[in-house]
């Protein structure tokens, strides 16, 4: 019986680079973008003389970059080795499969027979990542299809991806793939620790907020053990948002202290990994995170400006030695732009309110605000709720404002391009539009996808304008939903972005 799960891409609206940081937030927007990792055995029977055998089958497919790998994993040290002649390597899934079996062989002491016989049928893992995640523009165009999401929608889900063409080095370098920035390796990683630990009979995700095995809730045992692989993928502990967004979906981020993954370092030296996972499950945890979504009639928007993607860990690489050299200036810029993040975060909070307290009022500015540019809005003030209402979008917008420009000084302080000039005049644009709250480049910016929120239904207008600026917009929706067990194959049940899944709330 195969096993299917999905975890979601993300959009970090608010926290780029101070996230690095405790006790500094971020609000981080999980999205319809999903990725899949499949799980089944590669063979349904097991032979009796396999019982004896010391290594066992993994085959880790992934048909949008037309690779497949082998492997060998050894039943006794639990660890992987590479038996494909190609060397095209995907650490974030290969260290999921070692901690996700680990944390397997440390839950099973009563019944290590059954986990032996799924071992030893062999591990048959696919990875499918939704269209969104990767840059389709060189498609289209060679297509003569218009650069809309229209055209985006005429592609097959689960399309072959594009690889960038040549290689730069320094903090403009491109990754591998052309990717558009919604956090593909957090999403993936998760997807496969969930997908394999249900399979194993780890989790249950068809109701993981009860208490599980290791007597904590089995999202939080997914979110340790996908931390864990993708910090150890990375070479690096980061922030955790992406992860943490791809568990538990949209939230208010804090992130935890690095210390928590020390005991994973020792994995090195030799240390049984069961015991390397035992000891990162029973570690103090203290990263915080809030529900949190956007007020009622807003719509994130994403739009791919068509330049490849960008480097985020050479950009905050470049920032960390910004800090070192000027370190007062970088905390006095980083107090003020934490200081309009809590501003923006602050008038979204009240602006939801509002819309809960007085809905019909709401609803009325909301539609009114969404066909009018932002300095017409106050036109529409002319009652106390209305006029509340009005304040808070502004403020909002402001904040925005406020991120923006701090961000840049950021950015040239350090020599890298976090709101690059193409984007500064894209942003400034997509601001003046009707119906548009505010717009930004989201996480550590540069290149990427940059987001816009909008109200009501203007959505279709703003699109039509990137178009005409050869901006294509990205088919992503805000989806508050986190990992999640789905019912089937998604190329076969046409699930594309989560529709038809067990939800976790």
Not at 320 to 345: F, G, I, T, V, Y
Request: with cysteine.
């Amino acid at each position: 019986m195969a096993v299917v799960a999905s975890a979601p891409g993300k959009v970090l609206m608010t926290g780029g680079y101070l996230i690095l940081e405790r006790p500094n937030t971020g609000l981080v927007l999980s999205t319809n973008a999903r990725f899949y990792a499949i799980v089944k055995p590669i063979n349904e029977e097991v032979k009796p003389e396999s019982w004896a055998w010391k290594w066992t089958d993994v085959k880790l497919t992934s048909p949008q970059l037309s690779r497949e790998s082998m492997y060998k994993l050894s039943l006794n040290h639990l660890t992987l080795q590479s038996v494909s002649a190609s060397d095209s390597r995907n650490p974030f899934v290969e260290h999921a499969i070692q901690y996700a079996i680990a944390a397997a062989h440390l839950a099973s002491d009563k019944d290590k027979e059954a986990l032996h016989k799924l071992f030893l049928q062999g591990l048959d893992i696919t990875i499918l990542g939704s269209n969104d995640f990767y840059s389709y523009r060189n498609q289209i165009e060679s297509l003569g299809l218009p650069v809309t999401p229209e055209s985006l929608g005429t592609l097959a889900p689960f399309a072959s991806i594009t690889f960038n063409s040549g290689e730069s080095n320094g903090a403009n370098c491109k990754p591998e793939v052309a990717k558009t920035g919604l956090g593909s390796s957090a999403a993936m990683t998760t997807a496969v620790v969930a997908a394999l630990l249900h399979y194993l009979g780890v989790v249950d995700l068809s109701d993981p907020c009860k208490e599980g095995k290791f007597g904590c809730s089995d999202l939080d045992v997914i979110h340790m053990i996908a931390q864990t692989s993708h910090c150890l993928a990375q070479g690096k502990v980061g922030s955790g948002f992406d992860v943490s967004c791809a568990v538990y979906g949209s939230q208010r981020y804090v992130r935890f202290s690095p210390e928590v993954l020390s005991f994973a370092k020792v994995a090195v030296t030799g240390l049984p990994l069961h015991e390397v996972i035992g000891g990162i499950l029973k570690g103090k945890w203290d990263h915080e995170r809030t529900e949190f979504c956007l007020p009622p009639l807003m719509n994130l928007f994403l739009g791919e400006p068509g330049s490849g993607g960008s480097s985020s860990p050479s950009m905050v690489s470049a920032v960390k030695k910004w800090q070192m050299s000027d370190p007062e200036k970088a905390r006095e810029n980083w107090q003020k732009l934490s200081d309009a993040n809590l501003e923006l975060e602050t008038k979204l909070n009240s602006l939801s309110k509002l819309a809960k307290d007085h809905w019909d009022v709401y609803l009325g500015v909301i539609k009114s605000c969404s066909v009018l540019t932002s300095e017409k809005w106050v036109l529409h003030a002319n009652e106390p709720i209305n006029e509340a209402v009005i304040r808070e979008l502004l403020g909002a917008r402001d904040a925005m404002l406020r991120i923006r420009i701090l961000m840049r000084q950021m950015g040239e302080a350090a020599g890298v391009p976090i709101e690059p000039e193409s984007q500064t005049q894209l942003l400034d644009s997509t601001m003046n539009a009707e119906g548009v709250l505010l717009a930004g480049v989201p996480g550590a910016g540069g290149f990427d996808a940059i987001f816009a929120i909008t109200l009501w239904d203007s959505g279709s207008k703003l699109t039509q304008a990137w178009s005409s600026h050869n901006v294509l917009a990205l088919l992503v929706k805000e989806d508050p939903h986190g990992v999640c067990l789905e019912s089937g194959d998604p190329r076969t049940t046409g699930i594309t972005s989560g529709v038809s899944s067990i939800h976790i709330e």
